[in-house]
């Protein structure tokens, strides 16, 4: 059992094991990433530390329960329709993604962007939903519904850890803060500062920190108890989204956070 493995046993309650099976079908599902759907037996196998053997007999069980599929031209596996069945039932920032969608849409076509909706879970940012314009000025394909970011990157994520008390950012920041472009920030005492500085502002312009020429913009979105429910961004290429250096939808969007938020009800 490596480091990571007698973390996750520790959460467990005393005496319950990890199910070996379960947990290794589970870290097949997640080897699957919208920059790789498609995987052949060898490299999956290699993903999860595992021989061929054992990975062909969890693929075959998890395709007959419709949550991998198999293709023979291509001899490689991708996941399949049954997983987002499964996903229809996730409760998980249901209510903030059902009454956001019309103003996702009413944001993506007014500002030619693409749209964000985040809630913060376990110390990262999950997007919940996203709208891309009918005639966007750049495809944002990086960041699909489902996916978790860290909060070091991005409009929506940083204001999602300035908003955070002050335990769950010292969760956030004790996570990998990956450096996916030369202005990611990745220290944690600046991040805390800029977190402060965010929360101060109201609002976060994210540049190049996730790709170069791309630029982030993030509002939080509170409930009706002002209490935090998620935060609403927008992404495009930077002399769409803030060419002189300052957000030119600013307003729009803290607009439209007011009024989803005046819709949600506290927990």
């Not at 379960?22 to 599902?29: E, H, S, T, Y």
């Not at 998980?92 to 944001?107: H, S």
């Amino acid at each position: 059992m490596n480091d990571k493995d007698e973390d996750r046993a520790a959460q467990l309650p005393p005496g319950v094991p990890i199910v070996r099976a379960v947990d290794r079908a589970i870290a097949l599902l997640r080897a699957f990433r919208p920059e790789q759907p498609r995987l052949g037996l060898s490299e999956l196998a290699r993903q999860v530390g595992l021989d061929k053997g054992t990975t062909r007999r969890l693929l075959l069980t998890l395709q007959l329960n419709e949550l991998v599929e198999y293709d023979e031209h291509s001899q490689s596996y991708a996941l399949a329709v049954g997983l987002i069945e499964l996903g229809s039932a996730v409760t998980t920032g249901r209510e903030l993604r059902d009454i956001a969608g019309p103003y996702l849409t009413e944001i993506a076509e007014k500002t030619g962007a693409t749209a964000f909706l985040w809630v913060h879970i376990a110390g990262r940012g999950l997007c919940v939903d996203r709208v891309r314009a009918s005639l966007p000025h750049v495809d944002a394909t990086w960041f699909a519904v489902g996916a978790q970011a860290p909060l070091n990157c991005g409009g929506g994520p940083r204001v999602l850890l300035a908003y955070l008390d002050d335990e769950q950012r010292r969760l956030a920041l004790s996570l990998d803060l990956p450096k996916r472009a030369p202005a990611s920030q990745t220290d944690p005492d600046l991040l805390w500062r800029e977190a402060d500085r965010i929360r101060a502002q109201g609002w976060e312009l994210a540049a190049d920190d996730f790709f170069i020429g791309l630029t982030g913009v993030g509002v939080p979105i509170f409930d009706r108890s002002g209490a935090l429910a998620g935060a609403l961004s927008i992404s495009s290429l930077t002399s769409i989204v803030a060419p002189q250096g300052r957000p030119v939808h600013l307003d729009a969007l803290r607009d439209a956070a007011a009024r989803i938020g005046g819709r949600v009800l506290p927990d």
